[in-house]
């Protein structure tokens, strides 16, 4: 029983409409549901749902540990929560591709994104990365092509080509891509705006920028990002890194201090948290179902 009115063909269609308006899209990373229903609530264009964040937060590395079912699972949980589109992180297809799409898109995501890197993948951002020809990678983007059945499902290709092979390789290998169906190009780990006008420049397909932190590329504002040409621009991992910085202090003081009374501002309220989860809408259902009260008494 949830609140959400569009059903996952409408999403996508939203999302393919959104596109064609040539306006850049500002995807935030939601690491739950919860964190998903903000994300809406404040006015973002869609909600993704980062492969290293799954891992960080089952306690992993971000080296390809996370499994299909993982992966899967936490994506529905924060797809069908909310009216936005949601884009998922599918690292290097997992063992089959073709049920990876079908999976994906039964479960009622928007679009995903497969790299071409081998399965022990790494961070984009991390040296040693390791990459598969871009013939096999070719193979992989065709096979997901097919694999769909709502022509709206979009499937992006991401490349970690940038600080293997250097840029006009990496060019390079996208085209092919592009060629073997892939509708939106993720060029992993740019490093400045001549970078990302380089690649706007050579490249006829939508285009997804990277913006996290503490990473090889410039964080640069998401309008220098639209002037670029850009359509789409993903924080992935930040409000995972801004929630836990605040729990680990909190938790910190707490030890420390021997109560919570000195970082009750820091938390979210109860009266917010039941807002951003229609406690009362939810309430009110329940009186109309089961016609009892909510004062305890049947």
Same mark, same amino acid.
């Given at each position: ?54 891992? *960080? ?163 640069? *504002? ?68 089961? *016609? ?7």
């Amino acid at each position: 029983m949830h609140f959400v009115k569009k059903k996952p063909k409408e999403k996508r269609l939203d999302f393919d409409k959104k596109l064609k308006k040539n306006k850049i899209l500002r995807v935030p990373g939601a690491y739950n549901p919860l964190t998903a229903k903000l994300i809406e609530e404040i006015g973002y264009d869609a909600v993704y749902v980062s492969g290293g964040v799954m891992s *960080n937060d089952l306690g992993y590395p971000d080296i390809g540990l996370t499994t299909l079912k993982d992966v899967s699972n936490r994506s529905m949980q924060i797809a069908r929560i909310t009216n936005l589109p949601t884009i998922v992180d599918i690292d290097t297809g997992f063992r089959s591709c073709k049920k990876t799409i079908r999976t994906f898109e039964k479960i009622g995501v928007t679009a995903v994104h497969i790299e071409d890197q081998i399965s022990k993948k790494r961070c984009g951002h991390l040296e040693n990365k390791e990459l598969i020809p871009t013939k096999k990678m070719v193979k992989k983007i065709t096979e997901c092509v097919k694999a769909k059945k709502d022509k709206n499902f979009k499937i992006i290709a991401r490349s970690d080509a940038r600080n293997v092979e250097g840029l006009e390789k990496m060019i390079e290998r996208c085209k092919s891509y592009i060629d073997a169906g892939a509708e939106i190009i993720f060029p992993e780990a740019l490093k400045d705006e001549k970078e990302f006008e380089l690649v706007r420049k050579k490249l006829k397909s939508y285009l997804l920028a990277n913006m996290t932190e503490f990473g090889k590329s410039k964080l640069l *504002n998401f309008k220098k990002l639209e002037n670029l040409g850009y359509n789409i621009v993903i924080y992935p991992v930040t409000t995972q890194r801004l929630a836990m910085k605040n729990v680990e202090d909190g938790l910190r003081a707490i030890f420390v201090d021997g109560h919570q009374n000195n970082i009750i501002d820091k938390m979210q309220t109860r009266k917010r948290l039941y807002d951003l989860v229609d406690y009362e809408k939810y309430n009110s259902l329940d009186e109309k179902i089961y *016609n009892f009260s909510t004062d305890g008494h049947e």
